[in-house]
């Protein structure tokens, strides 16, 4: 099967439609407020309506609590949530019930021991995604960082997974080579600084990772 690619942190029609022209199989869109790639429920609302039935529509949320995902829920559709933060395998069970779409759990990895985190989310997550550990203090995700990806050799944690972390147009097809790897989630890579998308970065990624 040929791998399916994500595109992370579309805030802009012109990255979404760029995104879909690129077939891409999915369309991230981050609600994180410290993050420069952060929408509005406002925001969210437009840009999920325009990308239905076009593109798989993924929120990337971190701790999210029940209000903000009731009201989310109520003016923006998604298909599925990403749970970048620390939730555990229950929490993200309580989420997928209350949206009722399928929850994604990112895993940060720097060691071996934290992709065999994994296999507690195998009854309440339906995808796991492993990212690059981000340092104390930072942004969990869409800083470039990449770790080893030799760690995920022979991997088997009993369901559907990806790779995301310092992705890009240059290195995707390595990386796929390496781990055999479903999916592949880029953000940083396909931008021309954070948060603004570049149209050709996305076409060349997306071309990438189809011919790897």
């Keep these: 099967m040929a791998v399916q690619i994500k595109i992370c942190g579309i805030r802009e029609d012109r990255a979404l439609e760029a995104v879909i022209e690129a077939k891409a199989d999915f369309g991230g869109f981050i609600f994180h407020q410290s993050s420069p790639r952060n929408l509005t429920i406002s925001e969210a609302s437009r840009l999920t309506a325009l990308a ?5 529509r993924v929120g990337l949320m971190v701790n999210p609590n029940d209000d903000f995902l009731c009201e989310l829920a109520a003016h923006a559709s998604l298909d599925a949530v990403q749970l970048q933060g620390s939730e555990s395998p229950e929490r993200v069970g309580q989420i997928r019930e209350l949206l009722g779409v399928r929850a994604w759990k990112a895993i940060a990895v720097a060691s071996r021991e ?24 930072a942004l969990p995700g869409g800083m470039g960082l990449r770790f080893d990806w030799n760690l995920l050799k022979g ?28 999916l592949v989630d880029v953000c940083s890579g396909t931008e021309a600084a954070p948060g603004i998308k570049d149209v050709d970065k996305i076409a060349a990624f997306c071309k990438a990772a189809r011919e790897a």
Excluded: H, M, S
Excluded at 52 to 56: F, T
Excluded at 114 to 137: H, M, N, Q, S, V
Excluded at 159 to 179: F, M, S
């Design 155 to 182: 991997l088997d944690v009993g369901l559907p997974w990806g790779l995301a972390g310092g992705l890009n147009a240059d290195n995707v097809a390595e990386a796929i080579r390496l781990t055999r790897t479903p």
């Design 114 to 137: 934290d992709i065999l985190r994994a296999e507690a989310y195998a009854d309440t997550a339906d995808f796991i995604l492993f990212d690059a550990k981000t340092p104390p203090g």
């Design 52 to 56: 239905e039935d076009r593109i798989q």
